[in-house]
């Protein structure tokens, strides 16, 4: 387990490590109207499973999270209008992350940190497989180590509706858990919903 936490932690400093530089980018279905929804849940990342750390893994979902609440989106898991999955590249290969359906079973294993730092549980309870579609409007991600994937998934239509990722080199490994969030704003920053504050900042300049 310290091995692979410890892998796991040197992944994540490709992309939350003093790098030369982070590329964050975002794909989003066309059909999507974001404006409409307002709660989400979580799914059991994706690809990482028994490769993980708990405490990446609770920096990762608590800072989507406050960015999430921060677009006015409420943590609800009985009945979400979104659900939120993650992937981390941890080794060298590169993979194309866009198979055409993921089945979640009902008996899967919740990996990682099951609640918030309020207590409030974090993922989607389904009593069934639970399937979801990604379209061939959402971008195949050719990812190597390095590379935090996130999906939102619209839970009444199971399909994958935006994709955000960062990608980052090699340079400091210590400073990967500290700088997760900062990664993490950054692939949220192309998601097409204001944050509550920046969009009052906005009207205010335009008066």
């Not at 091995?3 to 992309?15: G, H, P, R, T």
Request: charged letters at 30%; aromatic letters at 14%; proline letters at 6%.
């Amino acid at each position: 387990m310290k091995c692979l936490k410890a892998f796991i932690l040197f992944a994540l400093a490709c992309v939350a490590g003093s790098c030369t530089a982070y590329r964050y980018y975002a794909i989003e279905s066309p059909t999507a109207t974001f404006q409409k929804y307002r709660t989400f849940a979580w799914l059991p990342a994706v690809d990482t499973t028994g490769n993980y750390s708990d405490i990446a893994d609770e920096k990762i979902k608590d800072e989507v999270s406050a960015q999430l609440e921060r677009r006015n989106l409420k943590l609800e898991v009985a009945r979400p209008d979104l659900l939120v999955r993650y992937a981390i590249q941890v080794n060298d290969k590169v993979r194309v992350y866009n198979r055409p359906v993921y089945v979640y079973g009902p008996r899967a294993i919740y990996h990682g940190v099951p609640r918030n730092r309020y207590g409030r549980y974090f993922y989607f309870r389904y009593p069934a497989d639970f399937i979801v579609y990604v379209g061939d409007e959402i971008e195949r991600v050719p990812y190597r180590e390095g590379t935090l994937v996130i999906d939102l998934i619209e839970r009444k239509s199971r399909r994958v509706i935006w994709r955000g990722y960062g990608v980052g080199d090699i340079d400091d490994p210590e400073r990967a858990l500290t700088d997760i969030p900062r990664v993490v704003e950054g692939i949220m920053a192309k998601l097409p919903l204001i944050p509550t504050a920046d969009f009052h900042k906005r009207l205010v300049s335009q008066r």
